[in-house]
């Protein structure tokens, strides 16, 4: 089992970055892949980005945000990332951290989840 915490969350203005950060606690971080995911008012909960286990070679990204975000993981820290650049008012939701055992990319099947942290893009 694994406990996530998120943090790095703000108020940005629109085209501005931000880095999130997710803690993980245990010691097999790097057996989990990792992703993120985002709601925003109103809206489902919709996939963002997600990065494999052990060495994250291999990465996955919503359409609307590839290009823009970046995911990565340092199994050191038990850490994953999510630098956020050219950050629109369309990016504004709760992001959370979440983990699996399972595939990377199967977006459904993300059973370890954060509390979330606010992101918030707007002039």
């Known amino acids: 089992q694994v406990q996530l915490v998120e943090s790095g969350g703000g108020l940005v203005q629109p085209g501005d970055s931000l880095r999130l950060s997710c803690a993980a606690s245990?010691?097999?971080?790097?057996?989990?892949?990792m992703g993120w995911f985002r709601q925003a008012p109103g809206k489902e909960r919709e996939f963002v980005a997600a990065i494999s286990r052990w060495s994250g070679s291999d990465r996955y990204y919503a359409d609307s945000v590839k290009g823009r975000f970046t995911i990565s993981r340092d199994n050191a820290k038990n850490t994953v990332y999510l630098q956020m650049n050219s950050l629109r008012p369309e990016d504004t939701a709760v992001y959370y951290c979440?983990?699996?055992?399972?595939?990377?990319?199967?977006?459904?099947?993300?059973?370890?989840w954060g509390q979330g942290t606010q992101v918030t893009v707007s002039s």
């Open positions: 245990g010691r097999t971080f790097s057996l989990y892949n």
């Open positions: 979440a983990a699996n055992r399972g595939s990377y990319s199967d977006t459904g099947s993300y059973d370890y």
